[in-house]
C-alpha cells in the first residue's frame, strides 16, 4: 500500500486477526476441542464450515483492504456488522465480549479511515472525476 497511516495499517492488522481467529475456532470446532459446542456431528462441523469460511472470507477481503478495494471496505465492513450481530444473538459471555470488541475496533478504524477508500476516481477516457 502507498503511503499508508497507522490507523489504517493496524486496522488491516486487526481484519487478519479476526480471520485467524475464527479459523482457529473452526479447527477447534471440527476437532471437537470445544466443550461449548454439543457432540452432534452435523451442528460441529456446520459451525466449523462457518467459522472456517468467515475466516477465509476475512483474509480475502483482508487483500482486497491492501489494494484500498472500494468492495473490500464495504465487504470487511458488512462482514464484521454480521459477526457482531451474530454475537449478540445467543448467551453473552466474556468471551463473546472479547470477540465482540476484537471485531469491533477494526470497523471503528476503517471508518476513520475511509477516505483512503471512498475518494473519487479521476475517470482516464474523460479526465473528469466519475462519482
Do not use: C
Amino acid at each position: 500500500m502507498p503511503a499508508e497511516s497507522n490507523t489504517l495499517r493496524i486496522a488491516v492488522l486487526l481484519v487478519r486477526l479476526n480471520a485467524l481467529l475464527w479459523l482457529a475456532f473452526a479447527i477447534l470446532t471440527a476437532a471437537g476441542a470445544n466443550p461449548g459446542i454439543p457432540d452432534i456431528p452435523r451442528v460441529r462441523w456446520g459451525l466449523a464450515l462457518l467459522a472456517g469460511a468467515g475466516g477465509l472470507a476475512l483474509l480475502l477481503l483482508e487483500v482486497l483492504l491492501r489494494r484500498r478495494s472500494r468492495l473490500g471496505y464495504y465487504g470487511t465492513l458488512v462482514m464484521l456488522t454480521v459477526i457482531a450481530l451474530s454475537l449478540l444473538a445467543d448467551q453473552f459471555g466474556l468471551a463473546d465480549l472479547v470477540v465482540l470488541a476484537a471485531t469491533a475496533a477494526p470497523m471503528i478504524l476503517l471508518i476513520k479511515v475511509r477516505d483512503a477508500f471512498l475518494k473519487h476516481r479521476t475517470d482516464a477516457t474523460q479526465g473528469s472525476p466519475s462519482p
